[in-house]
């Protein structure tokens, strides 16, 4: 055989073997990187998106503020009874929501609950504060919500005072879609 022949048969057969561990990667790949329900139960932030609007499960979600306080008092100046340990912070994040049209208003279909998220990647669930002036829920029957129209919502969280700097913004998702909103201040 020439060695001419030989060298070309040779490149011929190396290109072969790159592109065929070229496509075998990009295959073996794809499953774990391109593969939204195992991003989404990893608990992975798909969007983040400053203070919003952010639209997720027929809802708008803008973030308006994320105050902190040492206590919370009502219209009477009563304190509010939350479940707060020593050496935590009250952390009233308001946000307003618009409802958008094809969305079922009843307590199955209208949920607006939000988790506050730190830099660390720590969530802390809402609580309910009896008396506070704004809603703390969508089902509350003093202050309902109607579709297309913007509310006011206030989410209630207490935190350790070591994590009021790493705060980054409140965390909505929709199992559906697959998807997990920052909306960050």
């Not at 070309?8 to 073996?28: E, W």
């Not at 009502?74 to 340990?85: S, T």
């Not at 199992?175 to 997990?180: A, D, P, S, T």
Request: include cysteine; hydrophobic fraction near 40%; charged fraction near 25%.
């Amino acid at each position: 055989m020439n060695p001419s022949n030989r060298l070309l048969r040779l490149t011929a057969q190396l290109c072969l073997l790159i592109a065929l561990l070229g496509v075998s990667a990009f295959l073996l790949l794809r499953v774990y990187l391109d593969d939204e329900e195992n991003v989404y139960d990893n608990g992975a932030v798909t969007e983040v998106v400053g203070p919003g609007p952010a639209t997720i499960g027929l809802v708008e979600w803008k973030l308006d503020s994320l105050q902190p306080y040492t206590k919370l008092v009502d219209d009477k100046e009563k304190v509010i009874d939350l479940d707060q340990p020593a050496g935590s912070v009250v952390i009233v994040a308001t946000a307003s929501i618009t409802p958008k049209d094809g969305l079922k208003m009843d307590s199955d279909g209208f949920t607006c609950e939000a988790k506050l998220r730190d830099d660390r990647g720590n969530l802390w669930k809402s609580q309910s504060a009896y008396g506070f002036p704004l809603p703390t829920y969508c089902g509350d029957d003093d202050h309902p919500f109607t579709r297309n129209e913007a509310g006011k919502l206030a989410q209630i969280y207490v935190v350790p005072e070591s994590a009021v700097p790493h705060l980054t913004g409140i965390q909505v998702e929709n199992l559906k879609e697959r998807r997990r909103i920052l909306l960050t201040r």
